[in-house]
């Protein structure tokens, strides 16, 4: 679960830098993962490299591993498929900073060790390209460009607890081998 | 201060109060997985656990694919019958006894003021016993299986008051229809919905399952109709576990209230391929069916056979119709034996098929051939749902879909 060793890093040092790829509303999981690849289910690195591919092909050839995500409101609506937050967890994607979340991906998210945090307005504030600096912990981001900060909705401490653990199945592996 | 959603959930984490968007760590008290706890299991096993948290809170059934359609489902309930062995599991409903959605009432597993989540979206269907009831991934259940717990956010309420008295065919199913296409299918995403005014108090539980049931395709996290007497004398000559009702505090904050005069509704028919393209049945009257399905775990139920079986009395279906019966319980396909409604259905010429889920989920059945029409009781008619992606499947009330067997077209009821 932990094979992207920069964004597991970041997350247990709490601090995660790193460029913004920037969407607006409703961006939804036909988007992010095109239905024909759901049979792929185990095949992370193959997952990956169809991320967004319909409707944003040029995600796959300027987004770099360790990229933010920043986007505007119910990112990740309609089907509940969990490759949606899977590829994008195996491209290496960061942290996705939205203004609101669909119910299910978010969940999705959490429970496959991708980081997500909800931030009021925040494409108002960020544009494409910026980079950004997020204190995970405490919810605190910044823009290196401008010096600009802003506040997250914050996690509480087992929610926080899954995502560095690298998701839920290695969360509660350690939890019930008593290490927790 | 709190809705039935923030006080159940208080309660389950452990909190004096709750407020909405927070999240809480919650104890499960019913664990529901139907075939696809097989994906349960294999995570289940990754997390290492040897027994599972509580093996009276967990319940196994089987109703998608029964009696097995594949080898492969054959080996998958082979799998899971072993599993319930190995565990101990005291609550297991193998192929015999019907839908998960009537099961779980039926033998007493809906409390109010409980939490219980399964690995099926339709889960919401038992907030019509005042359960916090709401589906969950695979992935979470096999947590929850170890450790008995999992995460939920707090959600916000709407609240949707019913008041009138509906007229003659009119039935749940076309309140939650009109309520689906006026709000659309996100139009109560991440909410919770509690129903109630009047015109509850005078539904039955059936009629009530059918709004919760159906809630789920607004994108509700749950949708509670708030117990009355009615509801606790069903729940407690089911069950002998204690439980609380937990109704809304008369100053809880709701996101949004909806006030709904059904008087003058008429028959609405949910058309393809979004479950809130909703229409009125008069607008797409005269579209020729192929295919009629009475059952599901939204209309399945002995109030919906009974209507039907009214309407079917004596009469014979349209000869290019095929009209398929589901009960949704074996104790209600015997109630309908008893009562007659399984002979008029014969003589009308249905088939009945055996209590489960049927085509709903397509994958056995009864399925549609390219071009072809059916109208349907269950919940969803997204592309290819029933069959082929290019078959046409209407939703409508059990009324709708009886009258529509008879003449061969999309028919009004009455
Ligand atoms: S009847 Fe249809 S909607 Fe209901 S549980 Fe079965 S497959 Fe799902």
């Known amino acids: 679960m932990t094979k992207n060793t920069r964004f597991s890093r970041s997350v247990t040092r709490d601090r995660i830098v790193g460029k913004v790829y920037k969407f607006g509303n409703n961006i939804n999981t036909d988007v992010i993962y095109p239905g024909k690849y759901l049979s792929i289910t185990t095949d992370n690195q193959e997952m990956a490299r169809h991320c967004f591919e319909t409707v944003y092909p040029d995600f796959l050839t300027t987004a ?22 899977a590829c994008l967890k195996y491209f290496g994607i960061s942290l996705i900073l939205a203004e609101s979340f669909a119910r299910i991906f978010f969940r999705n998210a959490i429970n496959l060790g991708l980081p997500v945090l909800i931030v009021p307005n925040i494409t108002q504030h960020v544009v494409h390209n910026d980079t950004l600096e997020i204190n995970f912990k405490s919810g605190i981001i910044k823009n290196m460009k401008n010096g600009e900060e802003l506040q997250a909705v914050k996690l509480p401490p087992f929610i926080l607890g899954i995502i560095s653990a690298g998701g839920l199945i290695p969360y509660l592996k350690n939890r019930c081998a008593g290490h927790e | 201060m709190s809705t039935v959603a923030e006080k159940i959930l208080a309660r389950v984490s452990g909190n004096k109060k709750v407020m909405p968007n927070e999240i809480v760590m919650a104890r499960v008290d019913v664990a529901m997985s139907h075939e696809n706890a097989d994906v349960v299991l294999r995570s289940f096993r990754e997390i290492g656990v040897k027994q599972v948290w509580d093996k009276d809170r967990i319940v196994i059934l089987f109703d998608h694919r029964i009696p097995a359609e594949s080898e492969k489902s054959a080996i998958t309930h082979k799998r899971l019958r072993e599993f319930v062995k190995e565990q101990g599991i005291k609550h297991f409903y193998d192929l015999r006894e019907g839908i998960c959605h009537q099961i779980l009432p039926e033998f007493g597993h809906c409390r109010p003021g409980e939490l219980l989540v399964g690995t099926d979206s339709h889960t919401t269907t038992h907030g019509a016993f005042g359960t916090f009831a709401t589906g969950i991934g695979a992935t979470e259940m096999s947590g929850v299986w ?11 309420t709407i609240e949707v008051t019913l008041c009138g008295t509906l007229k003659q065919y009119v039935s749940a199913k076309d309140v939650i229809l009109h309520i689906v296409g006026t709000l659309g299918a996100d139009g109560a995403n991440y909410k919770a919905v509690e129903f109630t005014g009047e015109t509850i108090g005078r539904m039955s539980i059936a009629s009530r399952m059918v709004l919760s049931n159906l809630s789920m395709e607004m994108g509700a996290k749950v949708a509670f109709v708030v117990p009355d007497d009615e509801t606790v004398s069903y729940v407690k000559a089911r069950t002998s576990k204690e439980f609380k009702v937990i109704g809304p505090d008369p100053d809880a904050h709701y996101c949004k209230e909806i006030s709904i005069d059904v008087t003058d509704l008429g028959s609405q028919v949910a058309c393809p391929h979004s479950v809130d393209n909703v229409k009125l049945v008069r607008e797409v009257a005269g579209t020729r069916i192929h295919q009629a399905l009475i059952g599901s775990c939204t209309n399945g139920r002995l109030e919906d056979l009974s209507t039907a079986a009214a309407i079917l009395q004596g009469k014979t279906i349209h000869p290019d119709v095929r009209l398929l019966i589901i009960p949704a319980s074996r104790k209600i396909y015997l109630e309908a034996i008893k009562h007659g409604f399984i002979e008029t259905f014969i003589n009308a010429g249905a088939l009945i098929l055996n209590p489960g889920c049927g085509p709903c989920l397509g994958a056995h059945q009864g399925l549609l051939a390219p071009g072809e029409v059916c109208i349907a009781t269950t919940n969803r008619n997204f592309k290819g749902r029933m069959g082929s992606a290019e078959s046409f499947v209407y939703l409508a009330s059990p009324a709708t879909v009886a009258f529509s067997a008879l003449t061969g077209a999309i028919t009004e009821p009455g």
Do not use: M
């Open chain 1, 64 to 85: 770099q591993p360790g990229d933010i995500i920043v986007a505007g409101k119910n990112f990740g609506c309609g089907s509940s498929r969990e490759q949606a937050a």
């Open chain 2, 146 to 156: 170890a450790t008995g717990e999992l995460w939920l956010k707090i959600p916000e």
